[in-house]
């Protein structure tokens, strides 16, 4: 089985441009002012689409939206319609709970009410998918409720290869200003999946970059976003910026005997490939 995973898109109302509203820029600022996040999206759908073998699922980890509007979801729905494969949403801290059930929620994997929480079954890997959102707030939680839905779920199913999907990662990266708006509960968390053996990873979003750890018996690990990564830095006192280094997607591979491997892969127009070595005459 092949997963694909994007996250952090940051879509805005058709025709609308991503800008830092941290600080003064000029129109005639080629970055921040000009962050097409709808065009890097589209992107990385006809990427997705393109590969060869075709991922059986894409997994779409949180901040699907700058701001969690109605406009910003019908853009997103429009952006992701040509995916040739099926693909599943969880909301991050930029997202809104009421407004992305109400734009998603025909397509069958939302609850009607409460969090938006769901497995997808059916295939080699079990999907569960957690809703660490706050109204309101950049950190995440999962609350009693939430994780006692996940211990549950997860006891269901004992022998099902897992993976599980949240936006804040359940651990701390020395990235400071991006710690401070971290998963509040981290142990609480980890403690559920530490009863869990068969959770293979815990894929996330929020960071903007790649990075793993050792997390509960498993590999907890975020994907590099599609549009503008986080500046990695990680003296104390770092400013929360971004840079454009290449956005981009993860696959996850899973073979029967031999586990779970996730390769991390850029998006954009690269020079190649090219043979190592001359053809044989």
Known sequence: MLVAQITDMHILAEGKLFHSPRRAIPDSDPGWSH?????????????????????????IT??????GGAEEYTNLRALLAPLRMPYFLIPGNHDKRDELRAAFGADGYFPARGFLQYTVEGHPLRIVALDTHIPASPDGELCAERL????????????QPTLVLMHHPPFAVGIEH???????????FAEVIGRHP??????CGHLHRTIHRRFAGTIAGTCPATAHQLVLDINPGAQAE??????????????EGEGLVTHTAALGDWPGPFPYHAAPR
């Open 35 to 59: 962050i097409d996040t709808a065009a890097h999206l589209a992107q990385a759908v006809a990427t997705l689409n393109a590969l060869r073998p075709m991922p059986d699922v894409t997994v």
């Open 62 to 67: 949180g901040d699907l939206t700058d701001h």
């Open 148 to 159: 006692g839905w996940l211990d549950a779920t997860l006891k269901a199913a004992p022998a």
């Open 178 to 188: 991006m710690d401070r708006h971290a998963l509040r509960n981290p142990a609480a």
């Open 198 to 203: 068969q959770v293979e990873r815990v894929l």
């Open 242 to 255: 971004f840079i454009f280094e290449p956005p981009g997607y993860q696959l996850h591979l899973w073979r």
